[in-house]
């Protein structure tokens, strides 16, 4: 794999910088090694200028490399971070909801252990440099003792890989963090300290007093953790070991052969000093470097933008699946299963919504009706049949979106290229009975929905449900000509919902509505009802008809109704 590719992402005014000091850096220390020689056979000036200018430019090389490469690598992370971004929010949604193509989004995003994808092409480039270094190195010692050269070349390359395996090669001390078993310890550990000090479950801790408990917990868990670390490591200093007394055991039978081919009479004082440079060079490859860090957490993120980039962005459904928009949505002979699980959730189902009808959808828990929006928006496509998308339609999904932005936006992101004025804001939020929200937000529709940030108000359920509410009625107010809610009342009061409710089919007189809700009291007052059950519609037609029918929505209807009797009595 080269990450050296990703260099041309840097740009021209940040790439040849960083190419013009890595070569500088490889070349100028071999090149040193001519004006020497010429300095101590016949002295001069020029020489000494030289050499010292090579000597010097090298050095200068070495250093600034640094910050161009520092530059270069944020400005092709930031290249791959968009990238990424995008190819995420154009992924279809059954994919991004995989854990492994998340978890890429988030490696590609975020870097592996504080190295990205662009530090590790830099590094790879910084690695190249060292090694070109050698290289010419060898090829100057080689001029005088070519038996030299060659022994201290494969010493040095042996030692580079020896020192990389054992800190980041497979079974280095490096990548055993990254094992899947020390990868979910550190996790067990992160999720409790994150209980213990967070806010998450800051409530129960303190009323349960679990506090001690969790934390011996995350002790225990961090213990796990570290131990096969500090092992790892050790192993590590007694590699090194071995690592360092055969490097000085390399140097001294260098610097001996030279020197005993001076005292022989094979080399003169300047081949001598000459080759000791370039020697010098060989083995400092052997010495190993940081870059190797660099590369070797760098390429994860790298390897996962790949495979997120990678991914056809389009959907892949099998051949008989289709998706078109449509007028009105609808389904045809729908099949559709999330993967891993046997049985589809939906078999067959035909479902046609008309212009400008109420349709309740209703079913148990499980029976598929969120699935159905997910379809009907074209954000899932089915393993077979038709599905005509709700292209236009707004959407209020059952986990909807709490921005922590403020009030405005979170209405606003209904139709954020919309040309918008406080008072179209007002208006959605009067539909759905949120108006008396603002009483309680210091500034108004400035004020930010989450204290985590300076003057913010935290919502309740109830309240963030409006505010979705309020987003989609904005939305379908800029233009957008079906609404689709799911669950739209559930975290409303029974007055709250009647009246939320009440205002919400009126404001959407003539529109297309399709609701999905567990409560009969909202579900009655559509044109049409339709019960799911075993993925496909068991029943359908108005409230009265359902009822007369005396099957599961009856049955239903009756249940809720002795529930609510009882708690009111
Ligand atoms: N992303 C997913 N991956 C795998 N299975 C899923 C996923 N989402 C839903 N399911 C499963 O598909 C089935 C249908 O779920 P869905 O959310 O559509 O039901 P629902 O009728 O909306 O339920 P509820 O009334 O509880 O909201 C359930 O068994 C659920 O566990």
Redesign the pocket.
């Known amino acids: 794999m080269s990450l050296v590719r990703l260099l041309p992402l840097a740009g021209s005014r940040r790439f040849l910088p960083l190419g013009v000091f890595s070569v500088g850096a490889a070349v100028l220390g071999p090149l040193s090694t001519i004006p020497l020689r010429r300095l101590i056979d016949h002295g001069g000036a020029t020489e000494v200028a030289a050499l010292l200018l090579a000597l010097l430019g090298q050095e200068f090389c070495a250093a600034l490399r640094e910050p161009a490469g520092a530059a270069a690598a944020r400005r092709i992370d930031g290249v791959l971070r968009a990238r990424v971004r995008a190819a995420a929010t154009a992924m279809p949604l059954?994919r991004l909801?995989n854990p492994q193509v998340q978890a890429d989004v988030r490696l590609a995003l975020t870097g592996h252990r504080g190295r990205t994808a662009g530090m590790a092409a830099v590094a790879q480039a910084g690695e190249a440099s060292r090694a070109a270094a050698a290289l010419f190195g060898a090829a100057v010692l080689a001029a005088h003792v070519w038996w030299v050269a060659a022994a201290a070349l494969a010493l040095s390359v042996a030692q580079n890989r020896r020192i990389a395996a054992m800190l980041v090669g497979p079974g280095g001390v490096e990548s055993l963090a990254d094992s899947p078993e020390q990868v979910l310890r550190l996790r067990r550990a992160g999720y409790l300290a994150e209980l213990t000090g967070g806010p998450r479950a800051a409530k129960e801790v303190r009323v349960f007093g679990v506090d001690g408990f969790l934390i011996g917990r995350y002790v225990a868990a961090m213990r796990a953790f570290v131990t096969p670390q500090a092992r790892g490591r050790r192993a590590v200093v007694h590699g090194y070991g071995v690592v360092l007394a055969l490097q000085l055991a390399g140097a001294a039978g260098t610097f001996g052969a030279l020197a005993w081919l001076t005292a022989a009479g094979t080399l003169t004082a300047a081949a001598l000093a000459q080759s000791v440079l370039a020697a010098l060079l060989v083995l400092a490859y052997g010495a190993g470097g940081h870059q190797m860090f660099e590369i070797a957490h760098g390429s994860k993120p790298y390897e996962a933008a790949m495979r997120v980039l990678d991914q056809p962005l389009t959907a892949a459904p099998t051949a008989t699946a289709a998706e078109e928009p449509a007028e009105e949505p609808a389904l045809v002979r729908v099949t559709f299963g999330?993967?891993?699980?046997a049985e589809p959730?939906l078999k067959e189902l035909d479902l046609r919504v008309r212009p400008g009808e109420r349709l309740a959808v209703v079913?148990?828990?499980?029976?598929?009706?969120?699935?159905?929006?997910?379809l009907l928006t074209g954000l899932y496509t089915p393993q077979s049949g038709t599905v005509g998308t709700a292209g236009d339609a707004a959407v209020v999904f059952?986990d909807f979106a709490r921005y922590s932005l403020p009030l405005r936006d979170n209405v606003r992101l209904g139709a954020p290229a919309h040309e918008w004025t406080d008072a179209d804001v007002l208006a959605a939020l009067a539909a759905v009975d949120a108006l008396d929200l603002l009483e309680g937000l210091p500034q108004g529709l400035d004020t930010p929905l989450s204290r985590s940030f300076t003057g913010g108000r935290d919502l309740s359920g109830g309240q963030w449900q409006k505010v979705a509410l309020a987003r989609a009625v904005y939305a379908l107010d800029a233009g957008r000509r079906i609404l689709i809610v799911?669950?739209p009342t559930a975290h409303l009061d029974a007055r709250a919902e009647q009246e939320v409710f009440e205002r919400l089919l009126e404001r959407t007189r003539g529109r297309t509505l399709v609701l999905?809700s567990?409560r009969f009291a909202t579900v009655r007052r559509a044109d049409r009802i339709v019960v799911?059950d075993g993925g496909a519609i068991a029943e359908q037609g108005g409230h009265a008809e359902l009822l007369a029918m005396g099957g599961r929505y009856a049955r239903w209807h009756r249940l809720q109704t002795a529930l609510i009797a009882g708690t009111s009595r």
């Open positions: 059954a909801e999330y993967p891993g699980r959730v079913g148990l828990n499980g029976a598929g009706k969120t699935t159905l929006v997910k059952q799911d669950e999905i567990h799911l």
